[in-house]
């Protein structure tokens, strides 16, 4: 059974950094594309960063939400079936629950990974605060 565990969100300073973990079971992780998405209170859920996998021609790449992009880095271990988002320079408007989502990989990814319904797999998330 396919199952996605993440782990590592807390409450953190702005300007701070936080690391966190998606742990993949039930499924070879070198075959899925994987992406970070983060809900706030109110708010639709939103794809900040994906790592699409190399099964495919166009993979072996990362993309970012504009809001994002500089100070995330998202990477993935296939040998650990893990996944990691790394968050820099965090801001109160980062604050929010943070999903991981995995699907089979495909040639469309790059255009179509924001869509939160192509994703058949989710984890529970792990929350985020930025806050003094």
């Known amino acids: 059974q396919l199952q996605l565990v993440e782990s590592g969100g807390s409450l953190v300073q702005p300007g701070g950094s936080l690391g966190l973990s998606c742990a993949a079971s039930?499924?070879?992780?070198?075959?899925?594309?994987v992406a970070w998405f983060r809900q706030a209170p109110g708010l639709e859920r939103e794809g900040v960063a994906v790592t699409i996998s190399n099964s495919v021609g166009n993979g072996g790449i990362e993309y970012y939400s504009e809001s994002v992009k500089g100070r995330f880095t998202i990477s993935r271990d296939n040998a650990e079936n893990a996944v990691y988002l790394q968050m820099n320079s965090l801001q109160p408007g980062d604050t929010a629950m943070y999903y991981c989502?995995?699907?089979?990989?495909?040639?469309?990814?790059?255009?179509?990974?924001?869509?939160?319904?192509?994703?058949?797999?989710w984890g529970q998330g792990t929350q985020v605060t930025v806050s003094s």
């Open positions: 039930g499924f070879t992780l070198a075959d899925y594309t």
């Open positions: 989502a995995a699907k089979l990989a495909s040639v469309w990814d790059p255009w179509n990974w924001r869509d939160r319904t192509a994703y058949n797999d």
